[in-house]
Structures are given as structure tokens and as C-alpha cells.
């Protein structure tokens, strides 16, 4: 029999989004279906795509993904949006847009549900990335909602990441944008037809000036950013530097959307001479081991725990009754697993 | 020596605000203080806050702690802000209206910082409820921005979350409400003053009544929602159903402040009268308990990795270069620990 790895290796359009969806909903399968893909991952080049809601992000992919097309190569988008986590899936919205390449083999369109997958948003993106690269998709477009912590360990995923700003936004979001200042390799100033287009510019510079300045600052080695992508160099000095470039955007009217490229590329070919792609691979490899084990960790424990204490709802009661202290049952019970 | 958790359980501000920090800063040593302030824990009532940038949450939660103050209660406040997760708590905006309240020894204010907890962010504020809670404050209101997972975790801490909505937001910002509708208890519209504020009441109300339309729909009952919150009762025809209340508030003027408390309190009695208080925190107790055990697992895998195969950073490169198989290294190491 044909696994559905296999199948997916041989293009079954099909079978990668079967597999796709089962990433989502965490089937146990799903793994062993990864495993296999494993050896036939890592050659695509992964770009995130994140910012604040209404910023247009998903005009910019659907932009992205044409210019990509355009010039011969093949474009896979993960579309995550942790901003309706329970709908499974059934806000549509900007997704439509995207139905212009629906018929295009050369795209392939992923929306994560997120739904039932507690904690693991990161992983399952991971996954699904992982299945269109074994594909042969030369790029991957991971697009993201927000910026908290989730949404963090998605654009570590990328290679480069791209912050859409729009013009015109308050000040709690310009707080995002400070947020997501050590994620940034490239700003779009999306909507740039509108007024305040200069002033975002211009605060995203200052921004940047800032980050210049207190670039050895320290315990910003223990930033999670450092932890996820390898070791960026903060510090003008260092010969691994990188600016990110500011470009103005209008998506919707196919403006400047050469330029964003030319921008990822740039990025792109900075990471290769620089060895930081690498850097950046290997921070993700470390990540994803990690995941992994503990997984399997406590499936062990859990199974062994049943067959020792009973059921863990019991045991979860007896810790809300505070009868039971959580600390002591967790150092106890690892312990007698040799841990 | 007296222990930091007997100086907490004392009523020292800086031992509490000290190991606070500690846990935002995921030392080690926090835990035994934790484990320490266990038995005194499970008396405050827990109000999660949340919403998009921009609602004025900040300004609602000053409102909230005076009126909790004027009746006599004593309040803690935890401000996540996971905007701004590198930036070391740095950015202050909102948070300085707080000040009003710094020198009354009834209020305890703490921001997380974030910074350094990836992925443990639920975790670090959990952890910081607990120290409030031990601490004997009456009421503890969580305050947090957007929705992603991280934010529902953290939701999840709450007994009653409010959700805060404002007119006037695009349909993208529409979509996060869609995405909070399962954890909301209490609705918020927020800024009521403006232009709009009819028709976002409409609006969530719109969506209630689909939620109860839908309130059968199967698969349900594997949403996260479910995983954190105990079994809420989604159908209009169960005794437990809560139908989220819809409250209009201008913060800023002090207007409606006294409805939106006096939904909280509905929603608490009703939470104690149908037994989904217990329900509750018994789910609290068990994600809890497997977030300890998860860590305890992986702390004693990773010591036995570095004494058997060396640093995990070869490791982690090893993978990334392709030649190990993350899967199969996972399998194996959990394997040898007998899990």
C-alpha cells in the first residue's frame, strides 16, 4: 500500500491536504507521515508574513504569490489566523481573495483551523510547512494575525519575516510594532496611499535608530527571538547585521510589491553569505526536537500514570480541593519514571 | 530563615513583587515558593480582561479596581501585555494611568514582562495570580491584549472573563470577537460614547444568538475552550447555559462601570450555583498539574542527553542538516527513560 507520504512525494494534491488537515487536528498518524516527508524537507524558503489586524496582509500574499508565479516558481500559503480559534475554521473573509490561484497547481492554499490544537498552533504550522515544502513548493508563505507569543514561534518558522504597518494605527498598536521590532527582517508600510503613510515610515525608522543604539544592551542574548532564530547580530558593528529596508506597499493596486520582493531577497542572500540561514535552521531543529520529546515524555508518563493512580481528572480534582499538591505529584511521579 | 513564601504569606510587598518577578523571569527556585504558598491558594476570584488593542482595557481595569476598592475588597492586577514580549516591560502607556492606585496598600499591580518565558507565558502569569492570591487579595483582574492561544490561556486562569469590544473596528477586528465568543462571559462595549456603539451591540448579539443556534453542532466538545474551562453548557436548553450579558461602559468617564461589576457577580453566582466554579478549576488543576509534570520530564531527558550524546546544540545542528531524524532521536531518548 501507498502511504500518504508517498502519495504526497508523487504531488496527490489530495493526500497533502488530507495530511494537512490531520496536522491541525493533531492525529496521532499525522507524525509518522512527517517522519517519513522528513528527508525530502528543508529545500524551501520560508517567508512570514505578520501584523496587526486590517493591515491587508492577505492582499500582500495573494500580491506575493502572483509575483512568485509569475516568475516560474511554485508558492505554498499557510494561512494562520489564532484570531478565531474555535470557529474551525468558518470565517472566511480574506480568504477569499485568494481563490484566484485556487485553480493554479503551481499554489497551494492552506488555512489553519487551530481548532483542538491547544498550545500547539506552532507545531501544526511547523507541519504543514514541512508537508508543502516536501511537495517541492520553492516558497512557503506563512501568513499570521497579531503578534503574541504563538505568533512569535510561527515566524520563527520563516526564514524571513516580514511586519506589515499600515498607516494611521493608535498607540497600542503602535506597541505591536515595538513588539514585533526583533522579529522584523523587512517592514511593509502597506496602504501607503494613505495619509500618515511618511509618519509610519518615519516611526518605524526612529524605531529601528533606537534598536541601534541599545543593541548591547544587556540580557538581550536571553530574548526569545535569540532563542528561536539562531543569533542575530543587534550590533551595527557586526559584519552579520541587518537593517531591515522599510518599503511602501499598496497591495490591492499592485503597488510596490516588486520592491517588498526585492526586499525578501536581498534578506535571502544576506542569510546565505552571513550563515545566519543556517543559524536559523538549526535554533528550528532544536526547537522541534525539543517539542517532540516532551510529547513523548508525557504520553509515557500519562499512560503510566493511569495504570498507577487512575484516572487524571481524580487526580485533577484532588489538586483543586487542594488535597493534593501539584508540585510534589509531578516531582514524584517523574521520578518513579526515572527521570 | 524565614522562607520568601512565609514573608509573602506575611504581607511583604517586596518578597511578593520580588518572586513575582522570579516566575516572569522562570528562575527555578520560584517553584519551591510556589509549592510553599500552595495550601493558601483557591480563595480569590479571578476576572480575566481582554480584547483588542486599543479597547481601553487599561482604562477599564483602573474603573474596576476603584469601584472593588470603594466596596471594601482588596485587588490584584496582572497586566500581560504579549505585544511587547522583548521589550523588558519597557513600554509603559496604559500602565502609568495605574498610578492612581500605586500607593494604596489594597491594590497590587504587576506587569509581565514576558520577556525570556517563551511558551511559558500562561505558566509565569498563573503562577503570578497564585502569589496575589496567597497574598489574601479578594478579587484578582488579569488583564491581557488580542486573542491568540496564549491569550486564552491565560483567559482560561479566569473565573469570569469579560471581553472588551469598541465601536467602530473593521471586519478583521469583528473576526477576533467571532474568536472569543466561546470564552466570553461578560461583554464589554467599551468607548460607548462613539459613533457605532448600537450597532457592536447588535453585532454581539448577532453572534450569541448564532452560538445558540449552533450550541449542538458535534465536535464541539473538543474545543480548547473546553480543555480549560471544565464543560460549559453551549445549549440554551441546559441548566448551566449562561447567556454572556452585553454591558456599555465609557472607562474614561466612569460610565457603567457599576453594571459591568454587577454582571461579574451574576456570572459568579451563577458559576457557584451550577457547580462550573468547581468545574472550573478543576480543569485549571489538571493543565497545571501536566504543565509541571511536562517540565519535570524534559528537565530529567535533557540532563541524561547531555551525559549520553553530548550538547544538544550537535544535535540540534545534526537535524537540521538532515542526517538525524528528529522523530526517530525523540523515540529513541524517551525510549531509554522509560517512558
Do not use: C
Request: hydrophobic share 45%; net charge negative.
Amino acid at each position: 500500500m501507498t502511504s500518504i507520504a508517498d502519495r504526497v512525494l508523487q504531488g496527490d494534491v489530495r493526500a497533502a491536504a488530507r495530511l494537512m488537515r490531520d496536522l491541525d487536528d493533531a492525529v496521532p498518524s499525522a507524525r509518522a507521515a512527517l517522519q517519513e516527508l522528513f528527508p525530502r524537507t528543508g529545500r524551501a524558503f520560508v517567508v512570514g508574513l505578520t501584523g496587526a489586524p486590517g493591515a491587508g496582509k492577505s492582499s500582500l500574499t495573494d500580491r506575493l504569490v502572483a509575483h512568485h508565479r509569475a516568475a516560474g516558481k511554485t508558492v505554498g500559503v499557510v494561512a494562520v489566523d489564532p484570531t478565531s480559534p474555535y470557529t474551525g475554521g468558518a470565517i472566511l473573509g480574506d480568504r477569499i481573495r485568494m481563490q484566484d490561484h485556487a485553480l493554479d497547481p503551481g499554489v497551494f492554499i492552506r488555512s489553519m483551523a487551530t481548532r483542538g490544537n491547544l498550545g500547539g498552533l506552532s507545531r501544526a504550522t511547523a507541519g504543514v510547512v514541512a508537508v508543502m515544502d516536501a511537495m517541492g513548493k520553492d516558497v512557503v508563505v506563512v501568513e499570521t494575525v497579531g503578534v503574541g507569543q504563538d505568533e512569535i514561534e510561527v515566524a520563527a518558522l520563516a526564514h524571513t519575516v516580514v511586519v506589515v504597518a499600515v498607516p494611521g494605527l493608535g498607540d497600542d498598536v503602535q506597541a505591536i510594532k515595538a513588539g514585533v521590532l526583533e522579529i522584523a527582517d523587512v517592514f511593509a508600510v502597506n496602504k501607503a496611499d494613505r495619509e500618515g503613510a511618511d509618519r509610519t515610515v518615519r516611526d518605524l525608522q526612529q524605531m529601528l535608530e533606537l534598536r541601534r543604539q541599545t543593541a548591547t544592551r544587556p540580557g538581550l542574548e536571553h530574548d526569545a527571538a535569540h532563542e528561536l532564530r539562531g543569533s542575530p547580530a543587534w550590533s551595527p558593528d557586526d559584519p552579520a547585521f541587518w537593517e531591515p529596508p522599510i518599503v511602501k506597499t499598496v497591495a490591492v493596486r499592485d503597488e510596490g510589491v516588486g520592491d517588498l520582493l526585492a526586499a525578501i531577497e536581498r534578506h535571502r542572500q544576506h542569510l546565505e553569505a552571513t550563515g545566519q540561514r543556517r543559524a536559523r535552521e538549526v535554533a528550528r531543529a532544536r526547537a522541534a526536537f525539543l517539542a517532540l520529546l516532551r510529547d513523548r515524555l508525557l504520553a509515557g508518563a500519562l499512560e503510566r500514570l493511569a495504570a498507577e493512580e487512575g484516572h487524571l481528572d481524580a487526580l485533577a480534582a484532588r489538586i483543586a480541593d487542594h488535597v493534593e499538591d501539584p508540585f510534589r505529584l509531578a516531582d514524584e511521579l517523574a521520578a518513579r519514571l526515572g527521570a
